[in-house]
Structure formats: C-alpha cells, structure tokens
C-alpha cells in the first residue's frame, strides 16, 4: 500500500461495541459513549471540555436561557456555584423570579403537556409546558415578596445607576437572610459566592413588571443598560481563557458572546478576539439564521470566539434538560472543587482597567 491511498482514517481511535457496567456512575456513562457515535460522542466532547476549563482554571460564564430553572434545575447551577465551576452567569430575569419559588416553598408542579389549558385558567393554574404554577399561591405571592425586596432596600437599589448584577447580588444577599429554603436558589448562592449575574433583558419579565408597579408607588429604580454591556465587557477582557458554557440561546447566549465585539469592534481594542472556549446545547436549527450566532464558526466571524477549533468549541444537539445533568454530573465527579474568585467584588476594578486601556477615538 502506498502513501497515496493509505486511508485517511488510520490513526483514529477505533469504534468497539459498547458493553454499560451495572457499576458505572454518570461520568464513568458519558465516558463509555464518548467511544461511539452521533451527540453521544459530541456529549462526551463537550463534558471533557468542561473538565479541562475547570481543571485549567479557565474563566467559566453560563447562559442559562429557556425555562430549566422554573423545571427544577436549579440545583444544578448551585452546586456548580458552590464548588467554584461558575464564576459568571447570565439569564433571563423569568428564571431567576421563577429560582426564587423554591427558596419561599411556592408550588411547583410536575404536570402533563396535554393539560386543558381553558380549565387551567378557570382553576387558577398556569403552566409552562410541563411545569404547573399556581397563579395566586406562587405568581402572586412571588411579585408580593419582590415588592416587599424593593421596599425594603430601596436606599441600596436606589443609590445610583443600577446595573443588573448589583440588583441580583442585593436580591441573592436578602433571599439568603428571608428565604425558608434559601440553599435551593442559585440567586442566593451567586450573591452568597460573589458570581455576578446578568440580565439579558431589563424589560420581558416578572421582576420588570413588579418593578414598574413600584415606581408608582414611590419606590423608582433607575437602571443603566449601558452599564451591564461595559461591565460584562470588561469582566470577559481581564480574564485570559475564558469559557462559556450555554443552556440553549436566545438572549443569554448572544450577551454573553457580545462581550467579544464589545471589546474589539465597539470599544476599538482590536488585539482582543473573544472566548477561548465554548459549549452550547441547543436543539435549534441554524438554517435560518436565528441561533444567535448560529454555529461557533460563525461566532468567530464575529469576533466572539478566538478561532474555530472543534476541540475548543463544542456545540451539541439536544435538549439540555437531559444533556446539563449528564455534564454536570460528569464534572462534579472529575474535577476537585476550585476557589471562588468573586469576581462580582472585582466588577469595578475591571472597568476602570478596561477604560484606561481602550483607545481614546473609541465611540
């Protein structure tokens, strides 16, 4: 055989048929797939990376889009926080009202999809696909505990500018000190543990609504968009490997990947290229162009990602309330528990380091 037709494929791994052990833990699963085909093997490639941003002290972002947290994973995020494998996270302002339900013992439900929706309402009940939500019992009495946050600690919110990050840590710090349950909320585990967390919206959500009602009762807040962009920004530019790892797309994916352009195109920092390191988990198509920075390649295009390397960037196709747990599992069996870094403590420093170094033509 000559080297002109000796096959491309000689030098990989080869592809035996797998055998499960009744023994095998979760990570020993993802590792005995990862030997073969299809999202099994992509998963596998996503939970090493995972461990390897971990295990080299990477700077590590989740976007959390979707209803995950309404459905119980929020658990998940708060051992992910507590063992120092989150050090910035960015959701919708629906996920963190709906962590806080478990924190205050408000019903959750485990429904079916099929629920006549007409008699739902009749009844008081609400629904998110599969997830069961009393109006009265948890929606209502929700708002009334976020209105009681914002009264109580106006002076705080109300003492300048207000960016999301600052709003959460004080709405985390005070869940910690009023919630019954407040060991199952990510808010109060990313305030107690310094983890900044973002907003991608300030407006499409129930803690947006109770805040506009409290305006007119006396109690404005005042908040700066701007501010979350360049301090989000400036987070993503003071860390040298940075990852993200990301729960679906949508708004969370695309605020925390616009830190890259931010830098670079919009601020003139043209050395800057991005996140070394991605995951996303996504069942959506990219055909027409609506996953926000639909593949990684294209993220790179951009500015978001330093290059499209396929051992660097993992995306994988399916739904991530299977596949979250799986890596979750994988990394908290594999990778010892790491220092938090407080990064919400460093917010400031941050910024000041990105404006002095950002050119003066910028803007």
């Not at 019903?107 to 006549?116: L, N």
């Not at 987070?235 to 940075?242: H, I, T, V």
Request: net charge negative; aromatic share 10%; with cysteine.
């Amino acid at each position: 055989m000559t080297a002109a037709n000796r096959s491309l494929f000689e030098h990989a791994p080869d592809i035996t048929p797998l055998f499960l052990e009744s023994s095998m833990n979760v990570a020993d699963y993802v590792d005995a797939v990862g030997g073969t085909c299809f999202e099994a093997r992509v998963v596998h490639r996503a939970a090493r990376l995972w461990q390897r941003m971990i295990d080299e002290g990477a700077g590590i972002w989740l976007g959390i889009s979707g209803a995950g947290i309404a459905g119980g994973l929020g658990g998940l995020v708060v051992q992910q926080i507590e063992r120092g494998f989150v050090d910035v996270i960015c959701t919708t302002g629906a996920q963190a009202y709906h962590d806080l339900h478990f924190a205050y013992a408000l019903p959750v439900k485990a429904v079916s999809p099929t629920t006549d929706d007409d008699a739902c309402r009749e009844h008081g009940d609400t629904r998110i696909y599969d997830i069961g939500i009393r109006e009265e019992e948890t929606l209502v009495a929700q708002d009334a505990i976020i209105r009681r946050f914002v009264r109580e600690c106006h002076a705080d919110l109300a003492s300048g500018p207000l960016d999301s990050p600052r709003f959460m840590y004080l709405l985390g710090m005070w869940v910690a000190k009023t919630a019954p349950n407040h060991g199952r909320s990510f808010v109060a585990a990313a305030a107690k543990a310094g983890v900044p967390v973002f907003w991608d919206s300030f407006t499409n959500h129930s803690i947006a609504m109770n805040i506009a009602a409290m305006e007119r009762e006396g109690f404005p807040l005042a908040f700066s968009p701007q501010a979350d962009i360049l301090r989000s920004a400036a987070l993503a530019y003071a860390e040298p490997d940075l990852g993200f790892v990301e729960l679906g797309g949508g708004g969370p994916k695309n605020f925390i990947q616009q830190t890259g352009p931010t830098v670079s195109q919009i601020l003139g920092l043209k050395d800057y290229h991005g996140a070394s390191r991605g995951i996303q988990i996504t069942t959506a198509n990219v055909r027409e162009g609506s996953l926000s920075s639909c593949t990684f390649g294209e993220a790179v295009t951009w500015g978001k990602y330093e290059s499209a390397d396929e051992a660097r960037l993992v995306q994988v196709w399916g739904e991530y309330s299977v596949i979250y747990p799986l890596l979750s599992a994988y990394v908290l069996a594999r990778c010892k528990p790491r220092r938090t870094r407080r990064l919400y403590d460093s917010i400031e420093a941050s910024l000041g380091r990105l404006m002095r170094e950002t050119p003066p033509s910028a803007g």
